[in-house]
């Protein structure tokens, strides 16, 4: 056999500032065929995991881009291209190949495109008729007609924290290996659920559905189970959540798997989406609470969603309601850091912060701060997977601890403070950048975890996105969208 392997992701926010360029790709991860012998980080892990199922095999691996970019607004063509013909020139040079594993996000656009993956999946079908092209996709995919049509097996993550990259990887390896040798025909069919939402796996019913649709795979014909939950901040005629079923050789199968998927899905519409807390009722919640820490979640400044992560909103009102014991982050602020470093650690200094990318990130703010620490190369893991942090700045203002970096990142995990020297277990509240994927790792050290309706570029109000591209044909945009 022999297996190609590439990589190219971001998820693109069409209400975002921020355009996706060169820059945004080189301090995310490019690796022109070398990237499995670099360290395996969050976007390098399926291809990594990908050779080393080959290199067991005895297979023949060529290893082709791996580009990765921090979400923000949409790509700019000529990169995207570049990419993308970067490719197709080595899946060419490559000659006949049997098998194509592709780690893609799935809600990828660039200027002329407003399908990446789709368009990337069909040349690669183009080149290579006859070989099983594999696609592994973020759970927030557009999941379109080009991807369904042009791939022979497509598997998303399951869980949301995405803290299951590797096991899906295994996944999608072991699936196209077993369709290349031909023991199974994978027939995939999808069911458009008509809702869109945020789906957080880790309690309530939506543990529940997970574990039972995983236990359903690998029986009884069925390959391969993913619900592809959508970007709802991509303006794009397919947004919204659907239903993925594979099963072996059996179209009619699959579409009553999907079928039956979605809908029971749409079912625990109403205990899925529940309504958050503004910024002041949040801050009420906290003040009554008597043991700490705190966990509270700027959710609409998530870096992972396409915002700047510069909102000042959140941090204003604590510190108008003159609250102290508070450790705040990460903010993207280069300028910040910048001076920062350039002060160094003691010293105090008037700084302004945050606000800089527009009027989502709100004014920024006039501080008199102190440089508790600076450090360069820090990672935090997101799941068991390292995400780089840049250069890091611990500033403390009014007894409100704040880590600012360079790299922009939504906030994972506690050691992006710890590293620091911040005890977040001597804090009474702790407020990260982030809409979900902090739970994996903040959940196990709060005494209560408060997601907050901030204002921002991915807020949570998915009755009232402004799309001009996706019908408003969805729940909870209206009652019933199947009437």
């Known amino acids: 056999m022999k297996i190609f392997i590439a990589g190219l992701s971001t998820e693109t926010n069409s209400f975002s500032p921020l355009p996706t360029g060169m820059l945004s790709f080189e301090e995310g991860s490019i690796h022109h065929g070398n990237a499995t012998s670099d360290v395996v980080h969050y976007w390098t892990a399926p291809l990594h995991i990908w050779r080393k199922q080959a290199v067991a095999r005895d297979w023949t691996v060529v290893e082709s881009l791996s580009a990765h970019a921090q979400p923000a607004g949409p790509t700019v063509r000529a990169v995207y291209e570049g990419f993308r013909d970067e490719i197709l020139s080595d899946l060419k040079t490559a000659g006949p190949v049997d098998i194509i594993l592709l780690a893609l996000h799935g809600a990828m656009m ?14 690669c079908r183009r080149l290579a008729p006859d070989a099983v092209i594999g696609g592994l996709l973020d759970p927030h995919c557009h999941l379109t007609e080009a991807m369904l049509d042009n791939a022979s097996l497509l598997v998303a993550f399951k869980e949301y924290p995405h803290v299951d990259v590797p096991e ?3 996944d999608l390896f072991r699936l196209a290996a077993a369709t290349a040798e031909g023991s199974i025909k994978p027939v995939m069919r999808d069911y458009d659920c008509r809702m869109i939402l945020a789906m957080p796996t880790p309690s309530g019913v939506m543990r529940t559905f997970v574990d039972a649709m995983a236990a359903r795979e690998g029986k009884n014909g069925i390959l391969s189970l993913s619900i592809a939950h959508g970007f709802p901040w991509g303006d794009h005629p397919r ?10 050789g059996n179209g009619e199968q699959a579409e009553a798997m999907a079928q039956e998927l979605g809908e029971s899905l749409y079912a625990l519409r109403s205990e899925l989406n529940r309504p958050l807390p503004d910024i002041e009722q949040a801050l009420d919640m906290a003040e009554a609470e008597t043991e700490g820490p705190i966990v509270m979640a700027d959710v609409s400044d998530n870096a992972g969603g396409g915002a700047p ?9 604590i510190l108008a309601r003159g609250l102290t014991s508070v450790a705040s982050g990460i903010f993207w602020d280069p300028i910040a850091v910048r001076i920062c470093r350039e002060a160094g650690e003691g010293a105090t200094l008037p700084l302004r912060l945050g606000g800089k990318c527009g009027a989502m990130s709100g004014d920024p703010l006039d501080l008199v701060v102190t440089v ?7 990672t935090q893991r997101f799941g068991t997977l390292p995400a780089p942090l840049g250069e890091t700045v ?3 203002t009014q007894g409100v601890d704040i880590v ?11 050691e992006a403070f710890e590293q620091l020297g911040i005890d977040l277990s001597k804090r009474a509240l702790v407020c ?6 902090y739970q994996a790792g903040f959940n196990p050290i709060a005494s209560r975890v408060i997601a907050v309706a901030t204002p921002g570029a991915i807020t949570p109000d998915f009755a009232n996105i402004p799309y001009t591209r996706r019908a408003r044909n969805y729940w909870p945009a209206i009652e019933d969208p199947f009437a």
Do not use: M
């Open 110 to 123: 660039a200027d002329g495109y407003e399908d990446c993956e789709g368009d990337l999946i069909a040349h």
């Open 168 to 170: 899906r990887a295994d």
């Open 239 to 248: 947004t919204g959540t659907r239903a993925l079923a594979i099963c072996d």
């Open 309 to 317: 992560s510069d909102a000042t909103f959140l941090l204003r009102a």
């Open 372 to 378: 508790r620490k600076c450090a360069s190369g820090l």
């Open 394 to 396: 611990w500033i403390e």
């Open 404 to 414: 600012i970096n360079d790299v922009r990142t939504q906030t994972f995990h506690p």
């Open 432 to 437: 990260v950048k982030s809409s979900n994927h």
